[in-house]
């Protein structure tokens, strides 16, 4: 059985896709931009879309009554891998010990022109 997690504190689907899909133990969250809920960017640097991003996966995280400790996965994908250390900086400060497992791509173009996107994976258990 599965649970469709939805909140108005983070960007709305833009597609036909769910914010985040509970099942079987976890969650699966969408890919999130660095847009806030009204689905304007944070800023024009990748370190104020990263940190929109996570801003977003929390938010969503929040909704299904979880945090950042319950996320086993993450998949990163920058519009620039030469962002990635930038990224990193942003991303160490809401993953802080037992770090997820995760993938960093470079991708030819994201939606609506954005520099990175953070998609996750949580544990309910």
Known sequence: MKRIIQTHNAPQAIGPYSQAVMANGFLFISGQLGVDANGNFAGDSVEAQAEQSLKNIKSILTAA????????????????MDD?????EIYAKFFTSDYPARSTVAVKTLPKNALVEIESIAVTK
Do not use: H, W, Y
Request: negative net charge.
């Open 65 to 80: 009554d979880l945090d950042f400790e319950n996320i086993v996965k993450t998949t990163i994908f920058l519009a620039n």
């Open 84 to 88: 990635f250390s930038k990224v990193n």
